[in-house]
Each structure stands twice: as structure tokens, then as C-alpha cells.
């Protein structure tokens, strides 16, 4: 019902900036999405929750990130948006797109995000 496709991974040396980009299809509903987030998963680690926005727009953060990831959306065109500042090496990790809709979770494929020291 739900398609993510995630965009803007690349390789930036630490102190650079990325901006993810997170865009849901759906099909045959007028519903909107309910909340999304962003998550990550590095090599051999867990994967945890980077940010998330609701339907009415209230934010949350992981404290690694709080005051250097900025995340937002845009209705009009059901896209999430992920602004990363001052990057660190240890924010490198696949970032996933992940959406909540009709009471189902559902997810993009991922974007590779690498921080060069």
C-alpha cells in the first residue's frame, strides 16, 4: 500500500552536511500517513531510531543527533526529509525511511550515508 524510496546517501568528510530525502507512494487512498521516521543501522550494531515527525508535526530525536539532524516534511508531496549537520564518522550507517499507515509499519530500502574522518 505504501512504497519508500530514500535518496541523498553519499560519502562526506565529517564536519559536512547531507540531506536524506524519503518519498512515499500510496496507493488507491486519500490517507495520509500517520508518522515517519528515520533510522539507521551501522555494522554490527543495532538498529535505532534517528527521528521521527507525526502526522501533526511534533519531532523527536535521538540525543546522538539532537541539535545537528534536523528532520521535516512536506505534505503536499508526502516526503520526509532528514537535514544532517556537522557529520561524524560515527554517523555513518544505512539510514531507512519508515512509515506508519492504516495501523502498518512499512519501509524504504535504505541509503547508504559514509563519514569520511
Known amino acids: 500500500q505504501v512504497q519508500l524510496v530514500e535518496s541523498g546517501g553519499g560519502l562526506v568528510q565529517a564536519g559536512g552536511s547531507l540531506k536524506l530525502s524519503c518519498a512515499a507512494s500510496i496507493s488507491r487512498s486519500k490517507r495520509s500517513i500517520d508518522a515517519m521516521g528515520w533510522y539507521r543501522q551501522a555494522p554490527g550494531k543495532q538498529r535505532e531510531v534517528v527521528a521521527t515527525?507525526?502526522?501533526?508535526?511534533?519531532?523527536a530525536y535521538a540525543d546522538s543527533v539532537k541539535g545537528r539532524f534536523t528532520i521535516s516534511k512536506d505534505n503536499a508531496k508526502n516526503t520526509v526529509y532528514l537535514q544532517m549537520n556537522s557529520l561524524k564518522p560515527e554517523d555513518s550507517a544505512v539510514y531507512y525511511c519508515?512509515?506508519?499507515?492504516?495501523?502498518?509499519?512499512?519501509w524504504g530500502q535504505g541509503t547508504q550515508v559514509t563519514v569520511s574522518s
Open positions: 519508515n512509515a506508519l499507515w492504516a495501523a502498518s509499519y512499512y
Open positions: 515527525i507525526t502526522s501533526s508535526g511534533s519531532t
